[in-house]
């Protein structure tokens, strides 16, 4: 059974750091594309950021490259995000969703997701 | 970037009713297009993928169409476990992967 995972989440201040990370199992992980998806209190879903199973590919959205940073390691089936100089903007539940498998797909697999509130 | 542009934002339906969400896109993505089902405090749920292919798992009274920049969304007869927000999803293009804002179905 494919299984994510997330933690990390919590209360930051604007400006603040947080590390949040998503334990996968139940596939190889090694060989997906994963993602950050968040989504705002009341609002819809936003992609954040992907990387590939290698970490060849990182992509991410207008509204947290340079302040965000996404990397896995597939030894520990870990799937992390760096968040640095927080937003009131970026508190949102933040999911982690596995792509299914090949080149250019539809998440197939979400975590439960971890809150992320941003406020002095 | 890709503009994702749904109708309506809300819709109210019964249950037994034919209801039919549609996904704009501002260029064409062929037919890499998905769609989700969101229920409060849940994850969303993957139930069409390639505009018209089915997830496994997911009921038949579910459907989908379109390809280039128009697709749509149908549930053919409304069950009560179907009242939830609906996302579309280009995946195109490696970046941005764009969600449509959500529909929220409700009941009448």
């Known amino acids: 059974e494919v299984l994510l995972v997330e933690s990390g989440g919590g209360p930051v201040k604007p400006g603040g750091s947080l590390r949040l990370s998503c334990a996968a199992s139940?596939?190889?992980?090694?060989?997906?594309?994963m993602n950050w998806v968040r989504q705002a209190p009341g609002k819809g879903l936003e992609w954040v950021s992907s990387?590939?199973?290698?970490?060849?590919?990182?992509f991410y959205a207008d509204s947290v490259r340079g302040r965000f940073t996404i990397s896995r390691d597939n030894a520990k089936n870990s799937l992390y995000l760096q968040m640095k100089n927080l937003r009131a903007e970026d508190a949102a539940v933040y999911y982690c969703?596995?792509?299914?498998?090949?080149?250019?797909?539809?998440?197939?697999?979400w975590g439960q997701g971890t809150l992320v509130t941003v406020s002095s | 970037d890709i503009q994702m542009t749904q109708s309506p934002s809300t819709l109210s339906a019964s249950v037994g009713d034919r209801v039919t969400i549609t996904c704009r896109v501002s260029?064409?993505?062929?037919?890499?297009l998905a769609w989700y089902q969101q229920k409060p405090g849940k994850a969303p749920k993957l139930l069409i993928y390639?505009?018209?292919t089915l997830e496994s798992g997911v009921p038949s009274r579910f459907s989908g169409s379109g390809s280039g920049t128009e697709f749509t969304l149908t549930i053919s007869s409304l069950q009560p476990d179907d009242f939830a927000t609906y996302y579309c999803?280009?995946?195109?293009?490696?970046?941005?992967?764009?969600f449509g804002q959500g529909t929220k179905l409700e009941i009448k």
């Open positions: 969703a596995r792509e299914a498998f090949g080149d250019l797909n539809p998440f197939d697999f």
């Open positions: 139940g596939f190889t992980f090694s060989t997906f594309t």
């Open positions: 990387i590939s199973g290698s970490s060849s590919y990182i």
């Open positions: 260029q064409s993505v062929n037919s890499w």
């Open positions: 390639k505009a018209s």
């Open positions: 999803q280009q995946y195109n293009t490696y970046s941005p992967r764009t």
